[in-house]
């Protein structure tokens, strides 16, 4: 493989900082995938899983202490504290390296560095972009060859000999005390020591493909998003794309692979986890999937909830943390409704139901996207899907309604800043703690996100048609702790509504957050939901939303000045729409 000069210099820098005893290029074929398959089963970072019923499928348990982000060792490092923001940790680029340089001065002594040149967008695509990073840890090796496209690809990609976002990861010791997951977003660079663990060490996805791609994004102006992206098809064949952020672990890839329950309806999937997005010359948003793997959340994931879920990860994949069952079998809660006997947890220890569940919480599949029933045959496609509608949706028990729709595009920029959410276990910490999440990007903004939101308005007038954008809430729950809606492939008649708005066809009716369906507008056919429970779960309450919005204006109080105007002017607005 031929490579730039300023490649072969970046990565002869991170051999001699590190001491690999030896460093390999890789190439992203078959048979390196099965070599290091065939090593890591030797070595015991892989079991095997049955291979009649999951065949070419392993399991891997990563350390105990690293089975999720931990943003509070993730910095943004800049040379000025405020163009990283109030939201983000930040660290001065020399004072980042000199921590990490000590965690990462020979950390891979006794261990093989590997290259890897990764392409992270549709090959032939001009909004695609390069990579290269190394790393000491073979499971990552083989899960960036299922998220991204290694080798060649990517070397022909670069559009100069600097043109690439380099990557230094190394496992170090594993300890939560010598992690650090650094992006220096002015000299296209990322540093992770410490984690094995998803976004943390898998750079192509949260370091480069939000954090450093959102960051360049706004500088040439375009779109970095933590999205699906989605095309829904209606009975006559015509389809509709959305993108949609959700925070982590909060329903992306679950809505991006819904089975339809209306009849001829069907959702495509295009991307599950990131969406890059810009405008083309006739002032269209598009949208294409940098990656090209599921790094997907397993618990819950049943033949009820998400089929074709299930039907992706019969080969080929690679779990992480699961169960497993005496005949080989991945296993997590949710999957079946009663836990088979005989499982060892996720540590490998035999389980007991007192023990807790057996599978971690944050316990993934990582496998290709094109093993998806549901992939959309232009997944690829160089040139993106235009986008007519956006999705903004989080995890919020109270308050915010099942969807309503935004009045304009500055609207839907406010409704998308003014997102809070209940935290899961994608991130190490408190789980079910309400937090700020703006766009689901609060983790992965590599900027000021009153910036952010600027960039963000600036698009509205780029755009000859703004797609609509939506506001949406699959997790309120009634007085007894239910969810008031059925969600999973129900929400096809959320995204049917959006459609027939897109076209005009929908009814809704005006409130104070935007437009709600109608008594009716929404299709409920053959679904056993009372019209009390419905608009329960549309309810939006003027003293739980003007509380809502205190909370708002609190967070917003950070920016200062920096604040977009518009936003301000908006939320104010809201205020007085209400009442407040
Ligand atoms: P990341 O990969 O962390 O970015 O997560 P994600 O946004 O792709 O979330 P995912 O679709 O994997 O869903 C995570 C959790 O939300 C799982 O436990 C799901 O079962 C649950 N979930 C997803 N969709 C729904 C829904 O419509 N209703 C309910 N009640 N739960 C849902
Ligand atoms: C998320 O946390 O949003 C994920 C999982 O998609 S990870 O890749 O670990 O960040
Ligand atoms: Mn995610």
């Given at each position: 493989m031929s490579v730039t000069s300023v490649v072969e210099k970046w990565v002869e820098e991170a051999a001699s900082l590190t001491r690999p005893s030896r460093t390999v290029w890789c190439d992203g074929s078959k048979t390196e995938y099965e070599t290091l398959i065939e090593a890591m089963l030797r070595d015991g970072t892989l079991l095997a899983l049955d291979s009649r019923s999951y065949p070419n499928c392993y399991l891997h348990r990563s350390h105990?202490?690293?089975?999720?982000?931990t943003e509070q060792l993730t910095f943004i490092c800049t040379r000025e504290r405020d163009d990283a923001g109030p939201t983000n940790n930040w660290m001065a680029p020399a004072d980042a390296k000199a921590k990490a340089g000590q965690y990462l001065r020979g950390s891979m002594r006794g261990r093989t560095m590997h290259v890897i040149p990764y392409l992270m967008g549709?090959?032939?695509?001009?909004a695609s972009r390069v990579g290269v990073m190394v790393t000491d840890s073979e499971y990552v090796v083989a899960s960036m060859h299922i998220m991204t496209r290694v080798g060649q690809v990517a070397i022909q990609h670069m559009?100069?000999?600097?043109d690439f976002i380099a990557g230094l990861h190394s496992l170090?010791?594993?300890?939560p005390d010598r992690r650090l997951i650094l992006q220096f977003p002015e000299e296209k660079l990322v540093w992770s020591v410490g984690s094995g663990y998803g976004g943390n060490a898998l750079l192509?996805?949260?370091?480069?493909?939000?954090r450093l791609a959102s960051w360049q994004a706004r500088q040439e102006g375009w779109l970095a998003e933590h999205m699906l992206i989605i095309g829904v098809e209606d009975p006559e064949g015509r389809v509709t794309y959305f993108g949609g952020a959700m925070p982590s672990a909060s329903g992306k890839t679950n809505l991006s692979m819904v089975e339809s329950r209306l009849p001829g309806w069907r959702v495509w999937t295009l991307g599950d986890d990131i969406a890059w997005m810009w405008v083309d010359a006739r002032g269209q948003l598009r949208a294409m999937n940098p990656e090209r793997g599921v790094f997907g959340v397993?618990?819950?994931?049943?033949p009820k909830t998400n089929p074709n879920a299930i039907a992706m990860v019969r080969s080929n994949t690679i779990f992480t943390n699961v169960a497993v069952t005496p005949s080989g079998e991945p296993w997590w809660e949710g999957l079946t409704p009663e836990p088979p006997t005989g499982l060892t947890d996720w540590q490998g220890r035999p389980w007991?139901?007192?023990?807790?569940?057996?599978?971690?919480?944050n316990s993934r599949f990582t496998v290709?996207?094109?093993?998806?029933?549901?992939?959309?045959?232009?997944?690829?496609?160089?040139e993106g899907v235009p986008i007519s509608g956006l999705i903004f949706g989080s995890r919020r028990?109270?308050?915010?309604?099942l969807v309503f729709e935004a009045f304009d595009w500055a609207h839907g920029v406010f409704l998308g800043s003014a997102m809070s959410t209940e935290t899961t276990a994608a991130i190490t910490g408190k789980v079910g703690v309400v937090r700020r999440d703006p766009m689901a990007m609060?983790?992965?903004?590599?900027?000021?996100m009153a910036d952010y939101f600027a960039h963000w308005l600036a698009m509205g007038p780029r755009l000859s048609k703004p797609p609509r954008i939506f506001r949406v809430n699959w997790f309120r729950r009634d007085g007894d702790g239910k969810f008031l809606w059925p969600g999973y492939g129900e929400n096809v008649r959320i995204l049917k509504w959006m459609v027939e708005r897109i076209r005009g066809t929908a009814r809704a009716e005006e409130r104070p957050i935007g437009w709600v369906p109608a008594?009716?507008?929404?299709?409920?056919?053959?679904?056993?939901?009372p019209p009390s429970r419905l608009a329960e779960a549309l309810r939006s309450d003027a003293g739980e939303w003007l509380k809502a919005l205190d909370e708002l204006g609190e967070f917003y109080k950070q920016f200062g000045p920096r604040l977009p105007e518009p936003i301000a002017r908006t939320f104010a607005e809201t205020r007085r729409r209400f009442g407040g």
């Open positions: 105990p202490q690293d089975v999720a982000r549709p090959a032939g695509s001009a559009r100069g000999d600097a170090g010791d594993l300890s192509g996805k949260k370091c480069h493909a939000l397993a618990p819950n994931t049943s007991q139901p007192s023990q807790g569940p057996a599978a971690h919480p290709l996207v094109c093993q998806c029933p549901s992939i959309a045959p232009n997944w690829e496609d160089p028990t109270g308050v915010i309604p609060i983790p992965f903004c590599g900027y000021n008594p009716g507008a929404l299709d409920t056919s053959g679904l056993d939901v």
